[in-house]
């Protein structure tokens, strides 16, 4: 008899109240760059947790509380969850098709901002608990949850949160927040993130704006300094311009390249979901492009403010202007370096009237693809999703992974329910129902196998 | 006897009753390039010249109306009015001190959007036109109002309009919308406007904004082609890049650095109100500043857009960007011109993916320095000012007077109650009271020293 029978009936039986609890989660607009109900979410997440027996308390840090909570199972071994409670900032509001933050049910999707990007990670965890402790009236293995609420915003307390609580968050593993399926609807398994700096870049040349008409040919312009300056971090090749900037980036391994090669081409399908004509340096597709997406340090302009922005024309000289620019990093780069090479760049070429604002820097991390954990995630997924996961040695967004690799000395797996229309950080962000219940169905997997281990 | 002493006891006596006609006229929100009040203010501009027996009508254009009004005077030379009755939009609202549209009177100054430029100029005229109608019962030669309804954004349809008026635009000489003093509270004679090519530029890289973490080494970026895109038009060294632009540059004439040479120079003034370190290409100040602000293109950014611009982080590449950006003109350069060389400029540099958006076009235009009608007007303001207007030869600003100077062949001068404080364009926009009086003292005395010429 099929252990997990009276397991995925449950979790298909339950999944309505499972989003109901979802739908209530996201009511609560706990956008962390806006700082708006953090406290409240928190909150929430403790008393979910506690509902599943689970001892749970606020942690507090110089910023948003962390939720840490833990319940013993049967088998001494420790899995510890890493997830988040805040979500991006759902602007632009106009391109939502339901408000963002009432969860709304249309065909197979629920769209809500942080239905899938965290929040729906986090219920569908205890989906799959309470599955199993429906079944078994206990956990098969212990489980701690570190809930966070700055994740969006660079994760700027965790790492002094981790380090001073090393022996509460002490695990076997560490499963991350998120994780997905391909546009094939292959489950993938991400091992390494890249880093981030973000910082907002701003320039003032004067108290007040002036006419355009008087000032354009005598008086500094706070745009055009912003433009300069930030041609000279880039251009048209798409090289970072930096000096030094590449010295400590160590390119891809054989064994990376090879588990690369066996990754299908996203191509086509960037292409057509994106609308985009081509890939930068006319990348065409395969494991160069790959490489490209997740091996390369980026330096991306995420947002340009100056002047007027409204209809029309208005015939003003700016005296303020800013941009906000993502710089990714790969191993073994990191923020403290990006940001110092920055601010030496920016003087170098004359720019330093150019203010640097640094909003949050995470180092790059890495899991070891052979290790037994990653193997036991990758090859039971095979019972519910047909195939087994596609292990992508390197994934191109950033999480404080490299924290849990270093201070917890834990091997960091993706789990997760995203797929390629999942909209995280865009506007109409969804989660897909049946990989909702495929992807709890996998973690009743991975819990029991694991207490075993 | 003093032949001006009863009007200018009646300017006094009746200062109040024109500020509050002012204020009317400055409630109506009649923002061009926000498309809202215009009809509104059109039909309140007609009326308020009908009390003043003048015969008013709105005459249609492909966009806003011209309100065009006429009265017969004693002698038969015919002084010709050109106002406009739309104004600047008035953000950013955050840094006004009263309400925009609520005209507030602080100390010694009026606020409101318009107030000076340029409901403030039109209402000034009625009330000098007032003052000579209560002494003589009569006008002393006629007198035609041209107030457009799109000024500030471009006046697209004027010349067409001029062009298919001119008899009925016939007339000796044309009073500009504005005028204004000095810092030292002299009043200045501007003889030239500068032409401008105002555009938006803009790109679309894909349809849909990604994440940046996902897109960064192999997206395009709308904002970074911007940038790119803008860096070609100007450098640092203030030089535009655009191939030939300067071809058709006319540099100063000896008369005109003679007349730019008794210009006091603004270097400090214009230091301390935008509390600036210095000017651009490290000029100091005198002649030199003089002829650099006015007899030279200019290429200003006045605004740039793109992605995420709230507080803190957003982790998003932008699909979209845009920027809007004033080319000013000089004689004999032309919008078409400037638009024709940023096209083929941009394509040649690999930008034929960045979109022009012509928002508006005005030629530059000048007046004879040594015309006996400009003349008149500089002599005849000692009597109210103390000394005789300064004579510029050109200034930075733009409007449409080629047309006026071409179609009709008519000397245009500039006369008005603005100063450096006035803030056109800028929040807190005021007139003083003092000038509003000495603006329309002066208008009574070259309206009767022009009617015996």
Redesign the interface.
């Known amino acids: 008899m099929d252990p997990f029978a009276g397991v995925d009936r449950y979790l298909e039986e339950h999944l309505d109240a499972s989003l109901r609890e979802l739908t209530g989660l996201c009511e609560i607009p706990s956008v962390?760059?806006?700082n708006t109900g953090l406290d409240e979410c928190a909150a929430m997440v403790a008393e979910l947790l506690r509902k599943r027996g689970f001892e749970a308390m606020l942690l507090p840090t110089d910023g948003a509380p962390v939720v840490f909570a833990e319940r013993r199972g049967r088998s001494d071994k420790t899995l510890l969850f890493y997830n988040h409670y805040d979500v991006?900032?759902a602007?632009p509001l106009d391109l939502w098709e339901s408000p963002p933050f009432e969860a709304t049910l249309r065909g197979d999707k629920l769209y809500a901002r942080g239905v899938s990007d965290d929040k729906g990670h986090f219920i569908n965890r205890l989906f799959a608990i309470d599955a199993l402790l429906d079944r078994d009236g206990e956990l098969p293995c212990n489980i701690k949850f570190v809930v966070e609420g700055e994740e969006?915003?660079?994760s700027p307390h965790l790492e002094g949160f981790v380090r001073k609580n090393t022996e509460r968050l002490a695990a076997d593993a560490c499963v991350w927040e998120f994780g997905e399926v391909d546009f094939q609807g292959v489950p993938v398994q991400y091992l390494g993130l890249?880093g981030?700096c973000?910082v907002?870049l701003s320039v003032q040349?004067?108290?007040?704006?002036?006419?355009?008409?008087?000032?354009?040919?005598?008086?500094?312009?706070a745009?055009?300094r912003?433009?300069?300056a930030?041609?000279t971090l880039?251009?048209?090749d798409?090289r970072i311009r930096i000096p030094d900037y590449y010295e400590n980036v160590i390119p891809p391994t054989e064994r990376d390249i090879e588990l690369a090669t066996k990754i299908p081409s996203r191509a086509n399908e960037?292409r057509s979901?994106?609308?985009?004509?081509?890939?930068?340096r006319g990348?065409q597709g395969g494991v160069e492009?790959s490489l490209?997406?997740?091996f390369?340090?980026?330096?991306?302009?995420?947002?340009?403010?100056?002047?007027?922005?409204?209809?029309?024309?208005?015939?003003?000289?700016?005296?303020k202007?800013s941009?906000?620019v993502?710089l990714?990093l790969v191993p073994d780069q990191t923020p403290q370096e990006a940001l110092s090479k920055l601010r030496s760049h920016l003087d170098a070429e004359?720019f330093d009237d150019v203010h640097i604002d640094f909003?949050?820097g995470i180092p790059p991390g890495r899991t070891d693809p052979d290790d037994p954990f990653v193997k036991l995630v990758v090859e039971s997924a095979k019972e519910v999703y047909g195939v087994a996961m596609d292990v992508i040695p390197m994934?191109?967004?950033?999480g404080p992974n490299a924290i849990f690799l270093e201070c917890l000395k834990l091997p960091v797996v993706t789990q997760g329910l995203g797929y390629p229309g999942t909209n995280?950080?865009?506007p109409n962000e969804n989660v897909r129902l049946d990989l909702y219940l495929k992807c709890a169905k996998h973690m009743t997997r991975i819990l029991s196998l694991f207490a075993m281990t």
């Open positions: 962390g760059a806006q991006q900032p602007e969006e915003t660079g890249r981030i973000y907002e040349t004067a108290k007040t704006d002036a006419h355009s008409g008087l000032g354009g040919t005598i008086f500094p312009n745009a055009w912003l433009v300069w930030l041609n880039k251009g048209p798409e960037y979901r994106y609308g985009i004509a081509g890939f930068l990348t492009l490209q997406e997740v390369e340090p980026s330096c991306t302009i995420c947002g340009l403010t100056a002047g007027y922005q409204g209809t029309g024309g208005k015939t003003v000289l700016p005296c202007a941009a906000k993502d990714r004359g909003l949050g994934v191109g967004g950033s995280a950080h865009a």
